[in-house]
């Protein structure tokens, strides 16, 4: 009866383990299209976790130029970047963040729009086999 009851014991502890499982990775390549008014391109976010340090680039738009993310940070399957791109003279400053599931990761985007007020977008990318 002890060995059943261990043997039960080691069971619970492996299936609590294996829901908690390993911590999810966000390193890979994630695509979703950006809807700007009328116009849409599709945005290309390439991630790579090393540690606790998150890195990468952020592609798409008209000049399909790759810029790198900063501020950038994963924990407990949350993404957070900022991008900083000039457009037109103009400094543009977007800040990323998103919750991470499996192949997708679900978030929204901040930046100042016209007259100073904050714009947000949902995104939903999805990671590249």
Known sequence: MK?????????VV??????????EDPTGTWKWTV?????????????KLEGDKLTGT???GQSKQETPVTEASFKDNKVVFTVV???SGQTVTIKYNGTLSG?????KSER??????????????????
């Open 103 to 107: 192949d997708t990761i679900t978030g």
């Open 58 to 60: 952020l592609g798409g």
């Open 112 to 129: 100042d729009g016209a007259g100073g007020e904050k714009q947000t977008s949902d995104w939903v990318a999805k990671r590249q086999k």
């Open 35 to 47: 809807k700007i008014g009328e116009n849409s391109f599709e945005a290309t976010l390439k991630l």
């Open 3 to 11: 060995r059943i009851a261990a043997m039960v014991a080691v069971a």
């Open 14 to 23: 492996l299936g609590i383990a294996g829901m908690v499982g390993a911590a």
């Open 85 to 87: 791109r000039e457009r």
